[in-house]
């Protein structure tokens, strides 16, 4: 059974960095792409970031230069680093991972950024 856990939340000021953990198990991920989304405060779930097997990235415009997107094939995790954050990053954020399909169709619980002025 894939299960992913994420980790790494938490309170932060407005300009300054956190990284997000998210571990995956059950299976093998090293076909399958993963990737970040978040659900801000009373709006939809939205695309933040992923990477394919091959290692290459995509990222939402409004991320693009700050966050990174990494994994550890050896430990089973994906990463975000996120860097130069606003108050408009806050936001429950969940990890995914496309398991022989093009979706994302595993998610984790979340885990909630937040971000002050």
């Known amino acids: 059974q894939v299960q992913l856990v994420e980790s790494g939340g938490g309170l932060v000021q407005a300009g300054g960095s956190l990284r997000l953990s998210c571990v995956a198990s059950g299976r093998s991920f090293s076909s399958s792409t993963m990737g970040w989304f978040r659900q801000p405060p009373g709006k939809e779930r939205e695309f933040v970031a992923q990477i394919g097997w091959s290692g290459g990235t995509s990222y939402a415009d409004s991320v693009k230069g700050r966050f990174t997107i990494s994994t550890d094939n050896a430990k089973n995790t994906i990463y975000l680093q996120m860097n130069s954050l606003k108050p408009e990053d806050m936001a429950v954020y969940f990890c995914?991972?496309?398991?022989?399909?093009?979706?994302?169709?595993?998610w984790g619980q979340g885990t909630q950024v937040t971000v002050s002025s």
């Open positions: 995914a991972v496309a398991v022989m399909t093009p979706r994302f169709n595993y």
